[in-house]
Every structure is written in structure tokens, then in C-alpha cells.
């Protein structure tokens, strides 16, 4: 449940509009993740990814929320956190 009281309305078709932008924008919230890639430089905080091969439900468009970038050991790699945008 959330409650907007900050932003007044005039009709029933502008509260509908609102109720939907919150409700799109806890449902971005709802499926995070994070993953490892071989080092990928383009790979910035900002950009989209495309995700397959990990299911129904977390296949789709995915907006990148945090980007690290690492040379050790094991090489050039990419660790990135992101959200589902659609799937």
C-alpha cells in the first residue's frame, strides 16, 4: 500500500494516470539482479541490457543500476546490478 498526498488531482481519469505510474514504478522495484561479465567498458550505470536464456520470468529488458569495472587474476571483468524494466 502506498499513499500519494503530494500530488493533487482534478479527476478521476488524472488519479488512475498516477495510480498506474506508481504502481509501474514499485513493480520496477520488484525484480533485481546482478550478474558477471567478461569486462565489457560500454557497460555503464544508465544503459539497458537484454537477458535470455535465464527463464520466463527474468528474461526481458533489463535498466543497468550500478556498474563495476575490475582487472585482477582472472582478468577484466564487469560486475553489474540492474532491474527489470519489461519482460
Do not use: W
Request: hydrophobic share 30%.
Amino acid at each position: 500500500e502506498e499513499i500519494v498526498t503530494d500530488k493533487p488531482v482534478n479527476s478521476e481519469a488524472e488519479a488512475r494516470q498516477l495510480a498506474r505510474e506508481t504502481l509501474q514504478r514499485i513493480a520496477k522495484e520488484m525484480v533485481k539482479g546482478n550478474g558477471s561479465v567478461v569486462g565489457i567498458p560500454e557497460l555503464r550505470t544508465g544503459c539497458f541490457l537484454n537477458i535470455s536464456g535465464m527463464g520466463r520470468r527474468f528474461d526481458g529488458r533489463c535498466f543497468v543500476t550500478g556498474t563495476t569495472h575490475a582487472i585482477g587474476d582472472g582478468g577484466y571483468t564487469t560486475r553489474f546490478d540492474c532491474r527489470m524494466e519489461e519482460s
